[in-house]
């Protein structure tokens, strides 16, 4: 079973930094047919794609809204696969419960909530101006 658990998470300023951690284990298929993603939802508002990586060619995918300040990564451990988003010079509107996310798309980047089949419990992001 898929699992997926979310770490790193927080209060921060405006212009200050996170990095969020996603543990991922128990994939079916080898973990590079998985794409990993981030999404968000503030009180509200639905859940929206932030990022996205492959895990077969390490293509990315960002929302127009946090391209240049968030940057997506992955590696791979023995017994878990690793996806980080960190988070830089972050904004009150960047507030919001965080998501990873996983499906097997053997390579394609998938940018909506209903691609995915597993998700993490979610963490808050407050960023106060």
């Known amino acids: 079973q898929v699992q997926l658990v979310e770490s790193g998470g927080g209060l921060v300023q405006s212009g200050g930094s996170l990095r969020l951690s996603c543990a991922a284990s128990?994939?079916?298929?080898?973990?590079?047919?998985?794409?990993m993603g981030w999404f968000r939802q503030a009180p509200g508002k639905e859940r929206e794609a932030v990022s996205c990586?492959?895990?077969?060619?390490?293509?990315?995918?960002?929302a127009d809204s946090v391209k240049g300040r968030f940057a997506i990564s992955r590696d791979k451990a023995r017994d878990r696969d690793m996806v980080y988003l960190q988070m830089d010079r972050l904004k009150p509107e960047d507030t919001a419960v965080y998501y990873c996310?996983?499906?097997?798309?053997?390579?394609?980047?998938?940018?909506?909530?209903?691609?995915?089949?597993?998700w993490g419990q979610g963490i808050q992001v407050t960023v106060s101006s």
């Open positions: 128990g994939f079916t298929f080898a973990s590079e047919y998985y794409v």
């Open positions: 990586i492959s895990g077969t060619d390490g293509s990315v995918y960002y």
């Open positions: 996310s996983a499906a097997a798309s053997y390579g394609v980047l998938l940018t909506t909530q209903g691609e995915y089949d597993y």
